[in-house]
């Protein structure tokens, strides 16, 4: 492994968060990682934001103060504006856990058939208390486009390389003003795949008027409509990816699912080497597993296709 670290580009939107932008920044600069490109991207807010971002400022590669079109134009503004090899978003009110930075440009480091990461699921309350965090899933691209998952990837602690970024086209599609980023991890899936960490990198903020909360319904309607198309995309059948969708909801035998569908292996730390490895499932011969899953979806869903 090679002593230089990548250069990792963040990107924060944010709009009128004032109590809330100053410590998603804090959690970010103050890991003090070398390679850091940092942009920040406010709205015009009117309730001091501009003032507590210019404090940053000689530490930000770029940051601007000015009304846009919302929440995924600013990201997407955002990484136009950077060049480095490791991309991923903190929005304003979320919290980068400390040592995460260097962490992730380890990862990437002594990983290179990595092209994007994602990690267990952090939540803290609007006082920054810590009220749970849920095991990472294995993420396949049928995981992921199907609507037999109701988790979807944790945003705030997923990151990517540029080059699957560019091969999948370069930015957020703003015409879904709700679920552009999991539009994001759809198209992303379709030239690879997500590898789990087994620990949080970041905090979702549980904060009064969240849109993913206020919104909910319209969020679920955009996935919908998202995994549709990606459904259609693909060259598997519709009775398949319902089969999927049922295999997926069988939780005795979900690590032999997750193989099957192409899920790879999460990432665990080992304490004694210092190092992470790819923790692996042991289980059956493959074909006995085989055999186990044509006769279980003969059985159960065959008549339902």
């Known amino acids: 492994m090679t ?60 940051w601007v103060s000015e009304p846009d079109d919302g ?11 950077t060049n480095g090899e490791i991309m991923g978003y903190l929005n304003g009110d979320d919290l980068l856990l400390p040592g995460s930075l260097d962490l992730i440009a380890e990862i990437f480091s002594t990983h290179p058939e990595i092209r ?11 006082k920054g208390r810590p009220v749970g965090v849920t095991a990472p899933l294995r993420w396949s691209r049928w995981h992921i486009i199907t ?23 370069g930015r957020l599609d703003e015409s879904f003003p709700l679920a552009a980023d999991y539009e994001l991890w759809a ?11 087994r620990a949080p990198l970041a905090c979702f903020r549980h904060v009064e008027g969240q849109r993913s909360i ?27 990816a319902r089969a999927a969708r049922k295999l997926l909801k069988y939780g005795s035998i979900r690590p032999v699912v997750d193989t099957l569908l192409g899920a790879p292996h999460e990432l665990v730390y080992d304490p004694s080497s210092d190092s992470f490895y790819e923790r692996t ?23 339902s296709g």
Do not use: C
Not at 116 to 126: E, F, I, P, Q, Y
Not at 218 to 235: G, K, P, S
Not at 282 to 299: D, I, N, P, T
């Open 214 to 240: 206020a919104l909910a319904d319209r969020y679920a309607q955009e996935v919908q409509e998202i995994q549709a198309r990606e459904t259609a995309l693909d060259d598997a059948s519709a009775k398949a």
């Open 116 to 126: 994007w990461l994602t990690a267990a699921h952090m939540a803290v309350d609007s």
């Open 147 to 169: 609507s037999g998952e109701r988790r979807s990837l944790p945003q705030e602690s997923t990151f990517w390389r540029r080059s699957l970024w560019e091969e999948a086209g």
């Open 3 to 62: 002593d230089t670290k990548p250069t990792i580009s963040l990107v924060t939107p944010s709009f009128n968060q004032v109590d809330l932008v100053d410590a998603a920044m804090s959690s970010i600069l103050d890991q003090n990682y070398p390679e850091l490109e940092y942009v920040v991207i406010d709205g015009g807010s009117t309730d001091g934001s501009a003032d507590a971002i210019a404090r940053y400022a000689d530490r930000l590669a770029y």
């Open 187 to 197: 198209r992303f899936s379709r030239f690879d795949v997500p590898v789990s960490l």
């Open 71 to 81: 929440h995924y134009p600013a990201v997407n503004k955002g990484f136009a504006k």
């Open 281 to 303: 499932h042991s289980g059956r011969s493959a074909r006995a597993v085989l055999s186990g899953l044509r006769l279980l979806y003969r059985k159960r869903f065959q008549r």
